[in-house]
């Protein structure tokens, strides 16, 4: 069945699992005493000891979409629709990612839609492409465009629209320190990209809530 779908997908940049040569345990962790002393701190005193380690473990969980191919999961998809052929949206789809320059969280929602060309994909299918990109270090504008880019490869529907509205701690942490301020991002593809109306009627439904 792999082979199938990999023989069925189009070849694209937001299809591969990136690949990289990853250091060992010891090293992740000798990297992070490292820093705690760049910090001012003693990685020997009793709070900080299992730092190290648990730092390894949680970049690992944080950053597990290095491990995953998103379009592994938009490969089943469903024929059976009743001939419905209208917008699906999946709304305020929460996720936390890491700014590639700063390596500070983005907090964030996505909102994605499509227009199904004779089948549909999982409703869950779409929030886990949202959190695959987003478990890798990103900018939104990045995040944005690759979501959008592996479900019209994959599914090759009509179109895609998706925003994203995020918080970034590297502006509220660090730098000019601005809480609550809020970075909106969005991209169309097919029928959105080429028809204003569209655009405005996914914009419409994903603020309204209907």
Not at 35 to 49: A, K, Q, S
Not at 61 to 74: K, T
Not at 108 to 129: E, N, Q
Request: with cysteine.
């Amino acid at each position: 069945m792999d082979a199938v779908i990999k023989k069925l997908m189009p070849k694209s940049e937001n299809l591969e699992r990136p690949s990289t040569d990853r250091p060992s345990q010891d090293e992740v962790e000798a990297a992070v005493r490292t820093l705690l002393r760049w910090t001012g701190d003693n990685p020997d005193r009793e709070g900080l000891v299992d730092t190290p380690r648990r730092v390894a473990k949680a970049y690992r969980e944080m950053f597990g979409g290095y491990d995953m191919n998103p379009a592994e999961e938009l490969g089943r998809t469903f024929e059976e629709v009743a001939g419905y052929d209208d917008l699906v949206i999946v709304r305020d789809i929460q996720f936390h990612s890491h700014c590639e320059h700063h390596m500070v969280p983005i907090i964030g929602k996505a909102h994605v839609g499509y227009l199904p060309d004779g089948k549909v994909v999982g409703l869950s299918k779409i929030a886990r492409v949202v959190d695959i990109f987003a478990h890798r270090l990103q900018t939104q504008e990045a995040m944005t465009a690759q979501i959008a880019g592996v479900i019209q490869d994959v599914l090759n529907p009509r179109g895609v629209a998706v925003m994203i509205e995020a918080e970034h701690m590297c502006m509220a942490m660090r730098g000019i320190r601005k809480q609550g301020s809020s970075t909106l991002t969005s991209t169309f593809t097919g029928v959105f990209r080429d028809t204003p109306e569209e655009q405005v009627r996914f914009v419409t439904m994903v603020r309204a809530g209907v």
